[in-house]
């Protein structure tokens, strides 16, 4: 009879114990209704959205990499499928880094949404900080979505995070005007919450006029891209030697107006890339013969930019280690010095142009052009800013999404018009019905 | 969940008041001989029916069973090899009563002790599907681990060895397999306890795994009983969806001390070479491929020029490897203590520079019978293993992956004696110098122990007590080396990584076996009880680049740490578990058995598994029609259950976020979508079965047809990446395997006199179907290597898709592909499925010739009907597109208009359609292999005795002798998706459906050896 109480407690007792046993968190992440309840986690998680930049799909090598691999600024000299397919402008469906691509933006656009959603809420963030940090995110999301655009046309437009599985496969494409008008929307948000200047490693006001800047380009709206370069100018922003640009620790110069940091462990595979394995390098992608001979003799850009191999082999030297460490540019006032030199031609105002994008020319080591002289007619300035965004801002992924913009990529390149644009990976039309295919795909 | 509970508490409390706790005792003892021979039988199992008591005869065939129920009794005697006897006796209360039996041979193996899962019962009164492999089978076969040594053993059993490398973890397969994301392993269970079997390994060497089952030896096991059907495997509930493994290891019996000796040493070279192009060819191809697209035909250097030399990389880095095995073991004892001591070696060399595996193991098992109501039991091994690794299947800096894909045309090394590199005109990093002066480290401690007692609280009743434990101790050191030109760690100044993984698993189990005197008509085999499993796994990793030398490799002589990591992570089982088994006239069994189990992988909605299973077995042999006829034995056996499956990570149900910094500051982000509604995958598995034997004992045969049903698939699902995240953990999905298993043993020439000539052969054959039959939104999608793998409705798990490569074109010599949508253009819209990685069917075949002392065993195991992605296809017949030396068959290629050939034209731009991924790149997996070919000598008595042996062996064997396949890559025997690695809580894993990919596996060796056994 012992026996059987003795039994009958045991295993009572085991019941008893069992429920809290089988509640296990993990050490190393928490719940996810623990994100942003107070000042310290809207903070972190701003700092997250910035980290999403990082991934080695977006900043850390392929946005950058195939905003020039499709184009005649880099060719393939390695072994991934994939950027064989995008160098020979044979793009299909399944092209992994087409995918890969497009989820590293949308996984930055889901922080921010995350950020957008809850931090207006809290109450022990002090205004200033509330609005910078709002703010922050709603640069980011335009950002994200001119990413998108630019590469892939009509996307969906996600402004809420997504909670459940179920709601995951509810979505459709938006047109391209519509993409626009939430980039625009987001930017006039972002201009009237963000107050910093720096760092320049995250969004400020600046930032927030360049970007502008870029998207009005994009949009034809010649106007608007002069006014706002005009006011990143008044920002003071100035150009200094071009290599401390990609200096090795990343150190910040004047031109800076927002780059993502790397550091050796946050590394960026930009470098070892495109430089060749002669150098220790992967040498997956080159610059091409045809970039080499497009720099003008003396241009000092050239030789910071390329290397030769002993064996006559271009290698990519813009980052010159295969480290990693170096900051990736998203805008510099370089660039902004072309938006603004390309809308003053655009407009008409050639001789304005020819000075602006002069200041570029200068710093290169080239001597200036004048109207009338190098270049005449507005085709012919446009031609040299043309000219001038391709080597100032080669390998840093301008050159194709350039192409596309000026409706130039098919003739220059040969390809079909539909591989202009970059397919909707089948991945995602598989788990998304909803989702169309760009045509030719 | 709670109901359930409260009955088994009450049906335990009903067992406990069912027995009597007063009896009077008796005992009885005898002796057990071989009725033709009169030579006494060791290990003949005597038994009381209708109590748990149960006797072994010892070294002169004499048993005693004590503290038995006085009165009427009936004794039942059951030996391997033998028939059964019973006898009817009458025990006298506290007086001895002596039973002699003499028992005549047969060649069934109905009287094997099979353990199924908390207690063990004979095979022929199974009325569920399990398969056995004895310790003989699977005995001095060069290889490291156990999973590779049942490859063909056990019909249903599917063994795949992934890869040739010493010490490799294995596939696994019974039945086929039903799970996306979760493991398709099954449970092993190591006497008693489920060990951490999966690969805990921190370095990513490109497919292959080091396994935590290599460390256990397989010189130490005795046998390993397989799990197949849901009413068998249903008591280890959650994890039995995909069979369980139960080994068994060696243990003491009653006798004079006895030595064992067994040793082997072999040597092993590659089974196979590939066929790759000399320079000449290379450079005619490479050429051709720039003539073709208009460039300058010299493109590549002139033919008898640059051609000069002619590199055979294989040679390099190929070599013949030596192999050496040793066991020593000492055992005896007497009626109280019973023990096995036992050391073993293993020294495997891999025949790939410098790859090799070491373990050496001791094991000490004991049995304790303090008092006739008490027996204590525990076993312990301690092995520790060191594994010298290479980077495998598909790594860009893999030894074979360079080896075939190197050109030719440049030398190993230099003139100033320095490996040459890409800049010196390699198309990789050269395999020889990764050989020679990188290292990758693998040791591990596993300490793998349990301790258990059982009382016998009545005759009818013992009450059983476990406590187990498994630790796995992993360390790992990588170096790579900066003078490896073009590697990622010469960009780098070398790399070292150091990583630290640990998993320890507690099991405690208690559990009640009732076994009441129901009279002479019925028997009841019932167990009840509890286990709770606590696992819980950690890592340390770190990494640092910037060597100053090749002698500093430690990652403390590193100038920039790199990369660091350090987590752990827990999951706990709580279990409650049934079991009976009623028998009326020894002819009809009916079984049922319940398992619950809560797990902490699930949210608090859906924690706990219910897992029932029932089955009946008709022993129609023994009913007046058909006994003394034709059937020696003859049983039908049906079985139904539900069987669980939670190989998935740790928190795959929680919404997470973690740390995402950004520079030097700490951010956060979302690291996993929430899916509170996350439960158990589930299979209802129906069996049919027959066993049989006949035609005097020389003919059995077991055939099994089987229905099973997985629903609620664990799926790491893709969602649009537009929610922020790319998968989620989902229970989405079905997938139905079926099909039929044989095991034949026949007896083709039995001989008159012990020593005469005697031929048998053993057949193993199963046949099974694999479909996917529901999906999420029945929405396919496509894993494993370049994504073609696909899953989707009416295919098989894992179906090729590709493009259709339906022929060349005799005028262009492109590549022609099936428009399948028919819209005039090939576009990923046209993939569809070419082929599938499952074999129609598999097997094995022995068969043993014996004669005097001499046994000739030839072991072929076979797979028939599977697809094999080459995908080394990809870069070595891309027709020149990529610079990796091509396999000779491109020289069948097109080259002029009129040619007709299945090889499109070489294409310096890759636009022929010879460099797209395509059905060209699927070849045909069937294959038969000599898996084991020995001939072995027993050394006569009185010679063997005047060396002081009692008994002496001695052999020479081959493995792999030789592979009949159309497949042309080293082995037909591969698969480099690899394990995955979900019990260390990872969330990678997803290559299950990845089956039957070759991504530049490592070859498989054939092995040559040379064995002694001996005992005295």
Not at chain 1, 280 to 295: H, I, K, M, N, S
Not at chain 2, 568 to 589: C, E, H, P, Q, V
Not at chain 2, 875 to 882: L, R, V
Request: net charge negative.
């Amino acid at each position: 009879m012992r026996i059987r109480f003795a039994l009958a407690l045991a295993l009572s007792g085991a019941l008893a114990g069992c429920d809290s046993l089988l509640d296990q968190s993990p050490t190393d992440q928490l719940p996810d209704d623990r994100a942003i309840t107070d000042a310290r986690g809207a903070r972190t998680a701003l700092i997250g959205a910035y980290n999403a930049l990082q991934a080695t799909s977006y900043y850390g090598r392929d946005i950058l990499l195939f905003g020039d691999l499709p184009s005649d600024n880099a060719e393939h000299t390695g072994t991934l499928t994939s950027f064989a397919l995008a160098d020979a402008n044979q793009f299909r469906a399944d092209n992994t880094s087409a995918d890969d691509i497009w989820n590293a933006i949308y996984d930055g656009i889901n922080r921010v949404n995350i950020i957008l959603e809850k931090a207006p809420a809290l109450t022990d963030l002090e205004e200033t900080e509330k609005n910078e940090i709002l703010g922050e995110a709603h640069f980011l999301r335009a950002l994200h979505y001119h990413n998108l655009v630019k590469f892939y046309g009509d996307v969906p437009i996600k402004l809420a995070p997504v909670k459940t599985v179920e709601e995951a496969a509810d979505i459709v494409r938006s047109p391209v005007a519509d993409v626009y008008a939430q980039i625009n929307a987001d930017l006039d948000e972002a201009e009237t919450l963000i107050t910093s200047t720096e760092p320049t490693t995250q969004a400020t006001i600046g930032a927030v006029h360049a970007l502008r800047a870029r998207v009005a380009l994009y949009q034809g709206d010649y106007a608007t891209a002069g006014a706002e370069a005009d006011e990143v100018i008044a920002e003071g922003y100035d150009l200094g030697p071009y290599a401390d640009l990609f200096d090795a620790e990343g150190i910040d110069t004047p031109e800076d107006i927002f780059k993502v940091t790397f550091t050796a462990v946050q590394f960026s595979l930009e470098g070892f890339y495109y430089t060749s394995e002669d150098f220790d390098g992967r040498g997956e992608v080159a610059p091409t013969q045809d970039l080499f001979d497009a720099y003008e003799p003396g241009d000092e850009r050239l030789t910071w930019s390329i290397t030769l191999t002993d064996d006559g082999a271009l290698s990519g030297s813009k980052w010159a280690t295969t480290v990693g460490a170096e900051d990736m540019h998203v805008i510099r006032f370089g660039e902004v010095l072309l938006i603004k030199a390309e809308a003053q031609a655009r407009e008409n105002d050639l001789s304005g142009a020819v000075d602006t994008y002069n200041r570029l020319r200068d710093r290169a080591g080239l001597d200036p052009h004048t109207l009338g002289n190098e270049v005449t007619t507005q085709a012919e300035v446009l031609a040299a800013i043309d000219h001038e965004r391709r080597v100032e801002l080669a390998m840093e992924g301008d050159r194709w999404p350039d192409l596309v913009r000026t409706g130039t990529a098919v003739s220059v390149l040969g390809i079909p018009e539909f591989q202009t644009l970059f397919p909707i990976p089948q991945i995602e039309r598989d788990v998304a019905p909803g989702l169309t295919q760009n045509p030719g795909y | 969940m709670h109901r359930f509970r409260n009955v088994l508490l009450t049906l335990a409390c009903i067992l406990a008041a069912a027995t009597s706790l007063s009896a009077q005792t008796a005992t009885l003892r005898g002796t057990i001989t071989d009725s033709l021979t009169r030579e006494p039988l060791q290990g003949a199992s005597v038994s009381l029916v209708g109590t748990s008591l149960r006797a072994e005869t010892n070294d002169r065939g004499q048993y005693a069973l004590g503290s038995a129920p006085a009165g009427p009794a009936i004794v039942r005697i059951q030996m391997i090899g033998y028939a059964p006897a019973q006898r009817s006796v009458t025990l006298t209360d506290g007086g001895e009563t002596v039973l002699d039996v003499p028992l005549s041979s047969s060649a069934a193996q109905l009287e094997e002790i099979v353990s199924v899962g908390y207690g063990s019962t004979l095979r022929g009164e199974l009325s569920t599907s399990v398969s056995s492999v004895s310790a003989a089978e699977i005995a001095n076969q060069p290889i490291a681990s156990i999973d590779g040594a049942l490859q063909g053993k056990a019909a249903g059993v599917q063994v795949i060895q992934n890869a040739g490398n010493p010490g490799n973890a294995m596939s696994l397969r019974v039945r086929g397999a039903a799970s996306v994301s979760a493991n398709n392993d099954p449970l092993y269970v190591v006497d008693g306890v489920p060990i951490v079997a999966g690969d805990i390994s921190q370095l990513g060497l490109g497919g292959q795994s080091v396994a935590a089952l290599s460390g256990l030896s397989t010189d130490d096991i005795d046998r390993v009983d397989i799990l197949k059907d849901a009413a068998a495997s249903a008591i280890y509930g959650s994890r039995g969806s995909n069979g369980v493994v139960v080994i068994t290891t060696k243990r003491g019996v009653e006798g004079k001390p006895t030595v064992t000796f067994n040793s082997y040493v072999g040597t092993q070279s590659a089974a196979k070479r590939l066929d790759l192009l000399n320079s000449t060819e290379y450079l005619e191809l490479f050429n051709e491929s720039a003539t073709n697209d208009g460039y300058d035909p010299d493109f590549y250097g002139q033919i008898g020029v640059a051609d000069s030399i002619s590199v055979d990389w294989q040679d390099a880095a190929l070599r013949s490897a030596p192999v050496s095995s040793a066991e020593l073991a000492l055992s005896g004892g007497d009626e109280r203590l019973r023990y096995r001591i036992g050391g073993t070696w293993f020294d495997q060399s891999g025949i790939v520079s410098p790859s090799g595996y070491r373990r050496v193991g001791g094991r000490l098992n004991l049995d304790f019978n303090p008092t006739g109501r008490l027996a204590l039991s525990t076993s312990l091994a301690v092995t520790s293993d060191h594994n010298d690794r290479v980077e495998g299947d598909g790594s860009g800096e893999g030894i074979i992956t360079n080896v075939i894909g190197e050109s030719p045309l440049t030398p190993i090394r230099l003139a100033n004696g320095d490996f040459a590199g890409p800049d010196d005109g390699l198309t990789y990093v050269n395999p020889v110098a990764l050989a020679n002066l990188n290292t990758v480290e693998a040791r591990s401690v596993n300490i793998l122990g349990n301790v258990e007692a059982r009382l016998r609280i009545t005759p009818s009743l013992q009450y059983t007590s476990r406590l187990g434990v498994d630790l796995v101790n992993l360390k790992e050191n990588q170096f790579q080396s900066a003078r490896v030109s073009g590697s990622e760690a010469a960009g780098l100044g070398g790399t070292a990584k150091s990583g630290y993984s640990a998993s320890d698993r507690y099991v405690i189990d208690n559990f009640l076996t009732l076994v009441p005197n129901l009279g002479t008509r019925s028997e009841l085999d019932a167990t009840a009880g509890g286990s709770l499993e606590l696992t819980r796994s950690e890592l340390n990793f770190i990494r640092g680049d910037g060597f100053s030398s090749d002698e500093l490799t430690q990652v403390s002589n590193a100038a920039v740490l790199s990369e660091g990591d350090a987590t752990n992570s827990r999951n706990n089982l709580i279990s409650f578990f049934a079991r009976g088994s009623y028998t009326l006239d020894r002819k009809y069994t009916f079984g049922a058995s319940v398992r619950t189990d809560g797990s902490s992988r699930f949210g608090v909605n859906d924690r706990w598994g219910f897992f029932p299973s029932v089955s009946a077995a008709w022993l129609l042999s023994d009913e007046s029609f058909l006994k003394g006829g034709f059937f020696d034995f003859l049983k039908l056996r049906a079985s139904y259950g539900l069987t669980g499956n939670q190989a998935i990570s740790d928190f795959p149900f929680q919404g997470l976020i973690t740390d995402a910094n950004y520079g030097n500051i700490p951010g956060s982000a979302p690291s996993n979508l929430a899916n509170p509604d996350l439960k158990w995958e589930t299979t209802k598995q129906f069996d049919v079965g027959v066993d049989m034997v006949f035609a005097k004992g020389r003919v059995s045969a077991t055939a099994d047809y089987y229905h099973k049903k997985t629903n609620d698939l664990l799926l790491e699902r893709p969602i649009s990446a537009t929610s922020g995240f790319t998968s989620v953990f989902d229970n989405v999905g079905s997938v139905l395997n079926k099909g039929w298993e044989l095991s034949l043993t026949t007896v083709n020439i039995e001989p008159h006199r012990a020593d005469g000539f005697r031929w048998t052969t053993t057949l193993n054959l199963a046949v099974n179907r694999n479909r996917v039959t529901a999906l999420f939104n029945g929405q396919p999608f496509n894993d494993g290597i370049r994504s073609i793998n696909r899953v989707q409705v009416g295919q098989p798990l894992g179906a090729f898709q590709t493009l259709h490569f339906t022929g060349v074109d005799p005028q262009t010599g492109d590549a022609i592909f099936e428009d399948v949508n028919g819209d005039g253009a090939i576009t990923a819209d046209d993939e569809t499925i070419v082929g599938s990685p499952w074999p129609d069917y598999t097997g094995g075949f022995t068969s043993t010739f014996t004669y005097k002392g001499f046994d000739l065993t030839g072991f072929l195991v076979f797979s028939q009907g599977n697809q094999i992605f080459n995908a080394m296809r990809i870069f070595s017949a891309s027709g020149g597109f990529f610079l990796d030396n091509h396999f000779r068959d491109e020289l069948d290629r097109w080259q002029q208009p009129g040619d007709i050939t299945n090889v499109p034209r070489a294409s310096f731009d890759g636009v022929s359609g010879a460099a797209e991924i395509s059905s060209r790149y699927i070849e045909d997996g069937s294959y038969w292999r000599l898996q084991d070919l020995t001939l072995g000598y027993r050394l006569p008595e009185r010679f063997a005795g005047s060396l002081g042996f009692a008994n002496a062996r001695i052999y020479g064997s081959v493995r792999n002798l030789f592979t009949i396949t159309d497949y042309t890559g080293y082995s037909p025997d591969v698969n480099s998706n690899g394990s995955n690695n979900v019990d260390s809580g990872s969330l990678t894993g997803s290559s299950q459906v990845g089956l039957g990919t070759d991504f530049y596996a490592y070859p498989q060796a054939r092995t040559w050896t040379f064995g002694v056994q001996a005992s005295w």
